[in-house]
């Protein structure tokens, strides 16, 4: 098992400080377009072992609806990456301590295959282990929304 001493939020990190680096490094993945495209040890840094995503069924992007492991994350954020050209992080609220963490996210994303943008609230339940993300719950204001914009016309 891994230890805080060789991670770069350190061993003082809160969920929160871990989440913002997570953020980033995500942010910056589907910018660079994901997998064979950008750099997935970023991302990697800041993720438990045995982390799970938990995903709501039905949107472009959940696949199974749980991914499990570094492995699990890479292939979601290889998905995410098909289908998001971009996502920006308007507005962020957090409610929490060292382990656990709420975000409330205002988020922009721009699909690629139709250009479209939305903006859009996700709320996410969030548990951290050892300065990395362990388990991450998130809930789409309006999945029909984020659907519609990923759709060709």
């Avoid at 995903?55 to 979601?76: I, K, N, S, V, Y």
């Avoid at 507005?91 to 975000?103: A, L, P």
Wanted: net charge negative; glycine share 8%; charged share 20%.
């Amino acid at each position: 098992m891994s230890t805080t001493t060789d991670h770069p939020d350190g061993p003082a990190a809160d969920a929160w400080t871990v989440m913002q680096r997570f953020y980033a490094a995500e942010a910056a993945y589907v910018a660079a377009g994901g997998l064979g495209k950008a750099n997935y040890a970023h991302v990697a840094a800041h993720l438990d072992p045995e982390v799970t995503l938990h995903q709501a069924p039905g949107l472009p992007f959940t696949g199974t609806g749980t991914w499990r492991g570094h492995d699990g994350m890479e292939q979601f954020l290889a998905r995410f990456s098909e289908i998001w050209e971009s996502m920006e992080f308007l507005e962020q609220e957090h409610w929490g301590d060292e382990n656990t963490v709420v975000v409330r996210n205002r988020v922009r994303f721009r699909a690629r295959a139709t250009r479209q943008e939305i903006d859009t609230l996700i709320v996410q339940l969030i548990t951290v282990r050892d300065g990395r993300m362990l388990e991450c719950r998130p809930f789409y204001w309006d999945p029909a929304a984020i659907t519609g914009a990923c759709e060709s016309q």
